[in-house]
Each structure stands twice: as C-alpha cells, then as structure tokens.
C-alpha cells in the first residue's frame, strides 16, 4: 500500500501534538503504576513521578506480590486463570467459526431467523444470563469447576464473534466455495481447506479478544468460582484491596503490573491481528 | 445464489446444532427461568421458592427507592458516557486518519487501554489516580484547583468511572478510523474543487458516510455500559450515596448479598427491557439519520 | 451424586456433537484425507469436586467412630492476618492429629465476606466447617436455620460449656445453627500518648468529647492528610458498622429503648433525629472526622490509626488484637488503653448492645459432619488449639477454652481492660435481625445520607425508622 505522507505542515505538526498529548494522557496512568510499584507507601501519593526517589526504589514489593499470599504464589492464580481461559478460547475458536461459517456461506431456511437471534443474542447484555446460569449449574453441579466459565462456549454463545466473523467472511469470493465444491469437499472441508486460511486474521482476533476478555472477567469467577484454590487473577488481585493488617500499596501496584504484564505481551505480540480484527467488526455494510 | 434442490440438504442444520443447543440451553432457557424467578420468592440458601406474582414489578416501580436511585446513576454513566467515548474515538480516528508517520505507533498505543480497562487491576489503579493526594489532583492543583475528594464526591464520583470508560475509546476508534479509510478520495478530491472547506467536508461527507459505524458504535458502547460493574463495584463500591450504584451492582447484591433472587430477576428483566427499548428506539430512528451507500 | 451424572451425561453430549461434525468430514474431499479436519477435542472438565466415600456409617446415637479413609474438609473464615495464622496453626495441629484428614482453608477479610458466603451457600457449595456472624443464623434462613444442627453432634461437642443463653441466641427454629466463641461487645481503645500530648482527659460525656475536639483537631485542614481526631467509627459508607452501632448506642442510652423490638423499630423520628444532630456536633467540632475527611481505608489499616493521629476507635472487645497489632506496626501495644463509655451526662448509668460472637458452624451438605464437629470442639478443648488461637478471638465463653486462657494469663493488656470494663455494665444481646443486611443496609443509607449532607437529620431519620421497618416487615411476613 503506498502512501503519501503529509509534509511537515502547521497542521501536521497540530496534529502529532493532539496524537503526543492524548498519548500522554493515555499510558500515563500505567507508567505510573509501574513506577509506584518500586516506591514505598510515603512515595506513591503527593508527586506526580513515575519514578520512585533516589535510592528509595523497592523492587520487594514485587517479591512481597509474587509470593501474594501464604499458601500461593501469583502464577498459581494466573494457571487457575488459564484453567478456563485456554478452553474458553479454543471451544470459542471453534464453535463460532462453525456458525458464522454456516450462517454466511450455507443456504437453508431459517437463516433469517438464525441470523436474526444471533444479533438480537449480541445485543442483550452478559449479566441477564448470569444469575440464571448460576442457578442452573448449582443444579447441574458445576459451580466451582472451571467449566461453569466456558461449558456454554462449546455451543457458540458467543454472539460477538460469530457476528465478527460472518462480518468478516462477507468479503472472502463466494467463488472459492464454488471451487472447493466441484473438487468434491463437503462443507465442513470446505470450511477447513478454504475458508479457515482465510479467516485466520479474524479467528486469531476473536481468540485474542476472547483471552482477554477473559482475563478481564470479575463477576464470572466470583460468582461461580468461590473456592480458595480456584480463585482466578482478577478474584486474588480484588483481595489486595480488602483489609489486611497493612496495606502496602507498592505489593498492590506490583501485583497489577504482574497481572496486566502478559496482556500487554500477548497484545503487542497479536497486535497487527487485533488492530485490525477489531476494526473489520464494524463491517463492510 | 439460488440453487434448485429436490430434497432438504440437512447438512446446515447439523453443523448448526452446537448453536441451536447454546441457543436454547444457555440463552433462552435463562431468560425464561429468569422471568419466572422474577415472579417468585426465592431463598436459595434454603432451596425454597414461592409463587409472588408482579409483586416484585409493582415494588420497584413504586416503593423501591433504591431502584430509583440506580436507575438514575446507570442512566447518567450510560448517557453521559457513550457520547463521551463516541466523541473520544471519532476525534483521534479523525486525526489519525490524516497520513501521519507514526500513525500505528499511536493506533497501537491508543488501543491498549481498550484491552486493559476492565480489568481489576486498572480499577486499583483508578482507586490511587483518584486519591484525594493522588496525581489527578496534583495536575488540578497545578491550574489552581482546590483537591477534589472524587471518590466520595456525589457529583464528581460517576465522573471517574466515566473517565475510565472514557478511557478505554481504543476499539471504537478502530471501528471509525477503518470506515474513515473506506470513504473513498475521490469524493473529498470532488468537494474541494467545489470549494468546500475542511470543516463543511468533515458535516456534509465525512460524518454522513460513516453514520453506519456510528449507528454500530453506538449500540455496542451503550449496550456495554448499561452492564458495567467492575468499575462501580470496586472503584466507588456503589457510593457515594448510591451515586454510583449501577443497576448491575444493584442486582448482583439483591442476589448475593440480600439473597433475594426472586427480586435481583426482577432488576434483571426490567434492565433488560430498558436496554431493548433504548436498541429499538436507536434502530428505529436510523432511517433518519443513518446514510447507506447501496 | 447429581454431579456425577452429568458429568457423564455431558460429556456424552459433547462426544455425540463431535461425532456429529466428524462423520460429515468423514466423505471424501478427493485429496488431503490424511488431512481430514479433527475438531479440538474438548478439554477435560475440571472434575467436580464429589468426594465418593460414603456417609460415616455410625449415627449419632451409635457413637462417633473416627473414619479412616482419607478425608478432605475445608474451613472457611473471615478476619485479619493474626486469625489467618492462628486457624492456619489450629489445623495443622488437628491435621497432625489426625494424618487421614486434609483441611482445606479459605479465607479473606470481611469486606465482602457475606456476599461469598452466601454465594456459596445459594450453590451449595459452602465450607464444612464455617466461622459464621451472629445475624446469620438467622437472617440466611428468615428464621429457619440453614446450617446443621448441632444438637445432633451433642455427643461429639459437648454443649454443656457453654451458657445457655449463648446457645439459645445461636439457636432459630428449634436448632443449633451454631456455637459461638465468646460473647463480643464494642469498648472504646483509646490512644494515651495523643491525649497525652494534648493534655487532656478521655471524654467521658458528649460534652467533653466536643471540648476535645476543639483542642485535638485545632490545627485541621478541610481535606488535610496530617489532621488528627479525638475518635474515629471504622467503616465504609455501605458498611459502616462502626458509626451504626455508635448512634445505635446513643439511642439506646437517650431512650432506654433497643432497637428492634418483636419486629417494631422502637424509635420515633424525633430522637433519631436529636441524636444524628448530636452526632453531627461531634464532626462539626472537629472531634470526628467528616464524611469528606472520612479515608479512603476503613478498617485497621486506617492511616489515622496506625499512625498514632487519631484518639479513640470503637471496635469489638474480642477482636481488639487486630487494631493492637496494626497501631503502629504493633510496636506499641501498651500505648492502648480502655475507658468508660461516653454518655451525655457524666454517670449515666447505660446498657451495652452485645452479641454471641464468632460462632461455628457445620454444612448441612458436609460428607463428614461428625469430623466438622469434632474439629469445632478440638479447637475450642485441644489446650494447644487454645494456645495456638491465644487470643486472636478474644475471651471465650467456653467453659473449658476459658480456664485454659486464665490459667495461662493470656487475656492482658488492653484487651483484659476491655472485657473488665464489659463487667461494670449490664450487657444485652442484640436482636438477631440487629446485623440483618437488608436492614442495617438501611440504616447505612440514613447514616450516609445524613452524614454527607444529602438529607437533614429529619429526612435522615425518616429513613432510618420506615425503611428499616419496611424491610423488618417483609422478613417477618
């Protein structure tokens, strides 16, 4: 793609500095946070410096959060995390592609109607499913297994996606189903062989997103995981802030930076799928 | 594409029954058992359920102040709030949109928050950014500005929630600044010759074009912060005065704390009617002001 | 045994949808079979924890045998660091005891410890073995009790230690929901070397108190982080326990009246609101902080408390060690001193809300609550479980675990003045609905309304009678 950037003008020079500012404006409070993760509790309010003073920096906090509680370390929360983060991801990987591949390549009737509740599914939000699925997996005797975090991803709950992904497959030529077919694939080969390579970009967005909305989650896990051994990371980091005999906010801060740190590792690291994942859900429409 | 069939082709129907199961299994049983819990006394420490009626309805619309209050605090973050976030995106995607050097630089960096945001350990970090000595008030102070107490603030309290909602306008300005990529040159190229200005080009072919993206944007902010409890549950803790008491915190204590489920359903469904209606009205009214190329 | 079945049925489910989507692969592409598209297959669901022994064979009546199996039990509690390591400590005695048993801990502050409890108990996924709050013997179940009854075990813990009264406060519906630890009332601690410095007395009426603020907070800021105080009630606004049974307090002083009384809130809006207003002298002079002032920590980290600015909290007698242990880092625990309770006129002769604290109780859904029973009774007979607990629950109201803390002096210190002190007035056990969430919940919202200037001590007051009793009519209905 060529592109033909702008000369050094007034406005360019305008612009770079609303892009530098807002910039600012945005990592600031994360740069923060990992400063006053090194600084003692005196240090880390009434200054604006990321840096904790001379000679007063404490990389124990960062032990101190490691090792976050007696019986555990951090990374035993952040595997539990992954407990039902990593099966979440790949049933919902697999299930939505599988929908939205059906939904925007097959013809059957009813499709109107599928496609309809997926939207209307999409729209309706998370926490009406919340108490009622807590009731239903007390029944079914799921509740503080990790599967009560991704059992409904094995059947393609998650509307986003596969929203994302017919969005997505709209723009793949009809034309190679059309080749795949007289080769002799049947559908599900088709999905595989054909469209799946071409997805790849959107499914890696959706595994992404779907991993850190994942880590992101607080009422699912503290609803249905309450048990001391399956806490995940967002129920441990939460515990930091309830009272102990003192609150060290650097163990805080370092316990945070901990826990986004392999967010942003997988975000730089998937960031030219994400940037442009994310921006291809709005459609083509 | 058309294609004449004798008999049913039953294929679609079984690659599609994953969905169909999740549909019924996890979407519309829960709705349904949600209504009728809605309708009943349900003590679940004591696995006991009792046939109520609307009697649950008829006190959050009369009685319940409670409700009224967090109504109006859901309604203030979700109305102040999406413009907020929509105004965010559609600026920087407008300025990023300009063929900078860098400009992934800064759309990567733009869109870290996005990801980050909900998650528990930047509403710690909110906690400390709004401390009464923390570094939003050593920057107020700098221009003159009395300390604020944010968090126990009742005016100011929604406001820290909505700046990290705010915050976090990354993937809405990704949605924007690829429709922004889509609007063809040609057009701008045409409207100069004319003598149109920047600004006349930005109301009368920029917005219009993208209205779509707007529309999407629109519902899916909205939609999102209707639901917001992380923020609320751990920054403000509901307060204060209930100021921040978000419908969604509201539920998950009726539930779990005052072991209510009859009534946290109840909340749930009229939640969940509000948001539908608000959807339709937003839909409903985009023949007007949504602009579709084809 | 639910559990197992589906379990099994779903994955079943899950098998036959996989071999569903594979048969339809299974018809050739004409090339890359060897290819041919296998879906993940589904991880392994997280077993569901169902122990399979069965139940312990032996009834109550047959006697307790001890199984032998390999058992696994958790133990749920809240509080503070020096309780997490006295349970920790009790359980590895109990454990080395008793080799064939596991006790699984979980525990965490109190902050939002009904809400786990309850979410537990809503799934039945509790404890074995629960440390349970008073109101919750009777709140969970509106009167029904919800945990085991524990006249079942009286062969494995013998109830005789305890007084009746206590008992009888545990009990609801004709059950023992649960033994308690000891009976808890809140004192006032207060700091000597502040007063000290100021030159003057521990207030002891509403008056004084003023007077003191004037003195201590003279050099105050509105939102000054070095400000100092005479007093300060410990909580958050939609938890603040401590400025709740305070004005509790004073009304019960002002009127002679408690609370609750046979479902009716006793109190008419004018002395709700003649006491708010009193309250509200005390922040004005300077002795409380304000709601503005209040900080963002509101436990036993409180900055002002650790740090030697504030003059006075009002805790519970029985878990004063935390607030000893956090003044300073506990490097001045005789610095903390106990002193009568202020009233509005010197003397006045005051009863003090008290309540059963800390109790135990057993699941209902335990697999082995013979061995939940016998691990509550070894902590409250074991003499090392007694010492290893030492004082982190205060005084117990157990027969036995209370000669063992006489006998080895363990009750010193700020914490024998309170429960000293608790001799001189006459001490009355709270409504069991006292705690209820629901309806303390609408007394935080009177107090926090009232407090930021939101409503005036009328409207305040309004609040606090008819909404407690709306909620109080709805749990007795």
């Known amino acids: ?285 | 594409m058309p294609t004449t069939k004798r008999k049913t082709n039953l294929t679609p129907y079984i690659l599609l029954a994953p969905w169909f199961i999740g549909f019924v299994v996890f979407k519309v049983y829960p709705i349904i058992s949600s209504f009728w819990y809605s309708l009943t006394e349900t003590n679940l420490i004591l696995q006991e359920t009792t046939f109520v009626g609307l009697q649950h309805y008829i006190e959050i619309f009369t009685t319940d102040n409670i409700f009224k209050t967090s109504f109006v605090a859901t309604l203030k973050y979700v109305l102040i709030g999406t413009p907020m976030v929509m105004v965010a995106a559609f600026f920087i995607a407008f300025v990023l949109n300009f063929k900078l050097k860098g400009v992934n630089f800064f759309r990567t960096a733009y869109y870290i928050p996005s990801i980050l945001g909900g998650n528990v350990a930047v509403s710690i970090l909110w906690t400390m950014l709004f401390n009464t000595n923390g570094p939003i008030n050593i920057v107020l102070g700098v221009f003159g500005i009395e300390p604020v107490n944010w968090l126990t603030n009742e005016t100011y309290a929604v406001f820290v929630l909505i700046f990290l909602k705010t915050w976090q306008f990354g993937s809405t300005m990704l949605i924007f600044l690829s429709a922004l990529q889509n609007v063809s040159a040609s057009l701008y190229e045409a409207a100069s010759i004319d003598g149109a200005s920047k600004a006349r080009q930005l109301f009368s072919i920029t917005l219009p074009i993208i209205t779509p993206m707007v529309l999407f944007n629109a519902i899916n902010v909205l939609v999102k912060a209707f639901q917001e409890f992380n923020s609320a549950y751990l920054i403000t803790k509901g307060g204060p005065n209930r100021t921040t008491y978000f419908l969604n915190v509201y539920i998950y204590d009726t539930a779990f704390r005052m072991n209510n489920f009859g009534y946290a359903s109840a909340i749930t469904w009229i939640l969940l009617l509000i948001i539908g209606v608000l959807t339709a009205i937003i839909f409903s009214s985009s023949s007007y002001w949504v602009y579709y190329n084809d | 045994m639910k559990k197992i079945f589906f379990m099994k049925n779903g994955s079943k489910i899950i098998a036959a949808a996989l071999a569903g989507i594979m048969l339809l692969s299974v018809a050739g592409c004409s090339s890359n079979n060897t290819n041919a598209p296998s879906p993940e297959a589904p991880p392994a669901s997280e077993a569901a924890p169902a122990p399979e022994g069965a139940e312990a064979s032996s009834g109550p009546e047959a006697g307790f045998e001890f199984p032998t199996e390999d058992i696994t039990l958790t133990f749920s509690w809240w509080g503070s660091d020096s309780r997490h390591e006295a349970f920790q400590n009790v359980i590895d005695l109990y454990t080395a005891k008793h080799p064939n048993v596991t006790i699984e801990p979980d525990y965490g502050a109190f902050d939002s410890w009904t809400q786990k409890i309850q979410t537990q108990l809503g799934g039945q996924e509790e404890a074995d073995v629960m440390q349970v709050n008073y109101n919750w013997v009777h709140s969970f179940g509106k009167g029904q009790n919800v945990f085991a009854d524990l006249n079942q075990y009286g062969h494995i813990i013998d109830l005789s230690n305890w007084p009746q009264t206590d008992l009888d406060s545990m009990s609801t519906g004709g059950e023992l929901g649960a033994v308690p630890h000891g009976t808890n009332a809140r004192v006032f601690y207060y700091n000597k070397p502040l007063f000290e410095g100021a030159g003057i007395e521990y207030p002891k009426t509403y008056a004084e108190l003023i007077e003191a603020g004037k003195v201590i907070s003279a050099n105050n800021t509105p939102t000054g982080a070095d400000n100092k105080y005479v007093h300060i009630n410990v909580g958050t606004p939609t938890q603040n326990v401590a400025t709740d049974l305070f004005i509790a307090q004073m009304l019960y002083d002002k009127t002679g009246k408690v609370m609750q009384e046979n479902g009716v809130v006793n109190y008419t809006i004018e002395e709700v609101a003649g006491v708010l207003n009193t309250y509200k002298s005390f922040e004005d002079a300077g002795a409380f902080p304000t709601y503005q002032q209040d900080d963002p920590i509101q436990n036993e980290s409180n900055p002002l408390w650790t740090s030697g600015r504030v003059g006075s909290v009002f805790e519970w007698v029985g878990t004063m060690d935390k607030y000893l242990d956090s003044y300073k880092d506990g490097t001045a625990k005789d610095e903390i001193v106990v002193a009568p309770y202020i009233t509005e006129v010197e003397g006045q002769e005051v009863k003090i809300y008290a309540k059963p604290s800390l109790g135990y109780a057993v699941s209902r859904n335990s697999e082995y609550p013979e061995v939940a029973a016998d691990f509550i009774n070894f902590m409250f007979t074991d003499e090392e479980a007694i010492l290893a607990l030492g004082t982190s629950l205060g005084v117990s109201s157990h027969k036995a675990t209370r000669e063992v803390q006489e006998r080895e002096d363990f009750v010193k210190g700020a914490m024998k003045m309170g429960y000293d002190l608790l001799t001189n007035y006459e001490l009355v056990i709270m409504d069991p609905y006292f705690e209820d969430e629901n309806i303390r919940g609408q007394r935080y919202i009177a107090i926090e309304e009232f407090r930021s200037g939101k409503s005036d001590a009328q409207a305040a007051a309004k609040i606090y009678i008819e909404n407690q009793q709306a909620e109080l009519d709805k749990l007795l209905k």
Request: net charge positive; with cysteine.
């Open chain 1, 1 to 285: 793609m060529e592109v033909n950037y702008e000369k050094l003008s007034l406005g360019s020079i305008l612009r770079y500095l609303v892009l530098i500012i807002v910039g600012l404006i945005l990592m600031y409070p994360l740069f923060w946070m990992i400063g006053s993760a090194f600084k003692g509790n005196m240090d880390i309010f009434g200054g604006l410096s990321v840096f904790p003073p001379e000679g007063a920096a404490r990389p124990e906090n960062f032990a101190m959060a490691w090792q976050i509680n007696k019986n555990h370390n951090i990374l035993f929360y952040f595997l539990n995390t992954l407990k039902f983060l990593i099966p979440k991801t790949l049933l919902t990987a697999i299930s939505c592609t599988l929908t939205a591949y059906v939904v925007a390549r097959l013809s059957f009737k009813g499709k109107k109607f599928v496609f309809t509740m997926i939207v209307v599914t999409l729209l309706m939000p998370e926490l009406a499913f919340r108490i009622p699925l807590y009731l239903m997996y007390s029944k079914l005797g799921i509740l503080n297994t990790y599967a009560s975090l991704y059992i409904a991803d094995l059947f393609a709950t998650g509307s986003f996606f596969i929203f994302m992904e017919i969005q997505f497959m709209r723009s793949i030529p009809r034309e190679l189903d059309e080749a795949a077919k007289i080769d002799g694939c049947n559908a599900l080969q088709t999905l595989w062989y054909v469209i799946v390579p071409v997805l790849k970009p959107i499914i890696i967005t959706a595994c992404l997103l779907c991993f850190m909305w994942g880590m992101n989650d607080f009422q699912g896990p503290l609803i249905y995981l309450t048990k001391p051994t399956n806490a995940t990371l967002s129920i441990i980091l939460k515990q930091q802030l309830d009272g102990d005999a003192a609150i060290v906010y650097g163990k805080v801060f370092a316990a945070s930076a901990i826990a986004l740190a392999p967010m942003v590792i997988i975000f730089f690291a998937g960031s030219r799928y994400f940037v442009d994942g994310v921006a291809s859900t709005g459609g083509k429409e």
